[in-house]
């Protein structure tokens, strides 16, 4: 195994990351307004900068969906309970003792066990909850009839509050182990040049070189 730097991310992925960022700050910052946590906007602003925000979203989501699936990359977010544990123990302790992670990324596979377990999980489960209950609230109009409207309101209220905390934290936490082992611009540089540091097989670095040498960056010769 040798390391080289391979562009793992490509340019749409990298697009897609950073629209998606600056979108769900901005679904925070005006959900966390309509829900009365401040007073920073007015009101109806607030409402009208959360949809038009979350309806971008949607459609970004939508055009990344089909990326995924199309290009195969969707394989990269399937869970595996090998190295579960190692990485998860690496997470709660083993990084505070300044340990080597467990997992190294890989070209085919770049995130470890418990990232993919966790994007598996807002993929399927946090993201359509929150996009259901976001439609639902939305076209609330459309389908009140009445006192058993407003408490499946108050439920879908609540699965979208629930659901809006769960990514709030996964970012909170997705910031904080960015400044953790190798700093906070190592962590962030791939995401935007696409390069990162990578453990190839023979096989592997013979193929790029031959088919896909724009992915490689060029070894430094040695001094």
């Not at 190295?83 to 085919?108: C, H, N, S, V």
């Not at 970012?171 to 040049?193: A, S």
């Not at 790029?208 to 070894?219: Q, S």
């Amino acid at each position: 195994m040798s390391k080289r730097f391979v562009k793992v991310y490509p340019r749409f992925e990298r697009l897609w990351h950073w629209t998606q960022a600056l979108l769900i700050a901005v679904l925070m910052f005006t959900g966390l307004r309509v829900s009365g946590v401040h007073q920073a906007i007015p009101f109806g602003p607030a409402v009208m900068l959360h949809t038009l925000s979350a309806l971008t979203l949607l459609v970004v989501w939508i055009f990344a969906t089909f990326w995924l699936f199309t290009t195969g990359t969707w394989r990269q977010f399937l869970p595996k309970v090998e190295g579960m544990l190692a990485t998860a123990r690496y997470y709660a302790y083993g990084i505070f003792k300044g340990e080597e992670p467990p997992y190294q990324k890989q070209m085919l596979r770049k995130h470890n066990p418990l990232q993919a377990a966790t994007y598996f999980g807002l993929k399927w489960a946090v993201f359509p909850a929150i996009w259901v209950s976001g439609i639902i609230y939305l076209t609330y109009n459309f389908w009140d009839s009445g006192s058993d409207s407003t408490f499946v309101l108050q439920i879908v209220r609540n699965i979208h509050l629930l659901a809006a905390y769960v990514i709030f934290a996964f970012v909170i936490v997705h910031v904080y182990l960015l400044t953790t082992g190798h700093g906070f611009r190592e962590h962030v540089k791939p995401m935007v040049t696409g390069y990162d540091c990578i453990e190839l097989t023979p096989e592997q670095e013979a193929y790029l070189e031959t088919n896909e040498p724009g992915r490689l960056k060029p070894v430094a010769p040695a001094e």
